[in-house]
């Protein structure tokens, strides 16, 4: 069974500019999350879709977005890009969504370079 | 606020020695507490996971012990090998749509 794939692997943004972000879960995996990992702030929960639905978000602004498709693949989208953005983007899939109720399956990352 | 705090930042070990690392949570509300460990250029991959009915979870070589009264658990890692060399990072969650509230991370070297 394939792994969680995320595209692109790295990204060269500019300030102010936004960026979309894609994630394809494991065949059978209805719920995507994603997750930003910076040497700062270590790995923070971004939100989570299910089925179509976000069903969590955190601590995040409204700059960040995201949407998940009828295929349960995923998009992330960052607008007015800010250099604090940059960091590796993970998205992470589950059968069941939550995660205490299915184990995470993380992707290898889009690593975002805002200069 | 850190609602996860681990220890130690970095760790290095001799081959077949045990490597121990630590965290504490503050919300009582948690009630999963995973392990994942990360090579370079990987995702992070769950290792381990325990829930607060049990005080130990012991797969192969790695080890949870819990301690629900002190908040605190720990993953040990038995007769430790060059290849366990990465970064781990303890975990928690709470029931429903919650997310996984990360440790800031270990990097560990096990020297040959």
């Known amino acids: 069974k394939a792994g969680v794939t995320q595209t692109p692997r790295y990204l060269i943004k500019t300030r102010g500019q936004q960026v979309t972000l894609s994630c394809s879960p494991i065949?059978?995996?209805?719920?995507v999350s994603w997750y930003q990992q910076t040497p700062g702030q270590g790995l923070q929960f971004l939100f989570e879709?299910?089925?179509?639905?976000?069903?969590n978000k955190g601590n995040f602004p409204g700059r960040f977005s995201g949407r998940q498709f009828s295929n349960s693949r995923s998009e992330m989208n960052v607008s007015t890009l800010e250099l604090g953005d940059s960091a590796l983007y993970l998205c992470a899939s589950s059968f069941r969504g939550g995660a205490r109720n299915s184990p995470l399956h993380f992707g290898n990352g889009t690593r975002l370079t805002v200069t | 606020q850190q609602q996860v705090k681990q220890s130690p930042q970095s760790l290095i070990v001799q081959k077949g020695g045990i490597s121990i690392i630590n965290c504490a949570y503050e919300?009582?509300?948690?009630?999963?507490f995973p392990w994942y460990q990360q090579f370079p250029g990987k995702g992070p991959a769950l290792l381990i996971a325990?829930?607060?009915?049990?005080s130990e979870k012991k797969e192969g070589r790695f080890t949870i012990s819990f301690n629900k009264s002190a908040k605190q658990f720990s993953l040990h890692i038995m007769d430790s090998q060059p290849g366990d060399s990465a970064t781990y990072f303890c975990?928690?969650?709470?029931?429903?749509?919650?997310?996984?509230?990360f440790g800031k991370g270990t990097h560990l070297i096990i020297q040959p």
């Open positions: 879709y299910f089925s179509e639905t976000q069903r």
């Open positions: 975990a928690a969650s709470k029931g429903g749509a919650d997310g996984l509230t």
């Open positions: 065949s059978g995996h209805r719920s």
């Open positions: 325990i829930r607060p009915d049990v």
């Open positions: 919300n009582t509300a948690f009630d999963y």
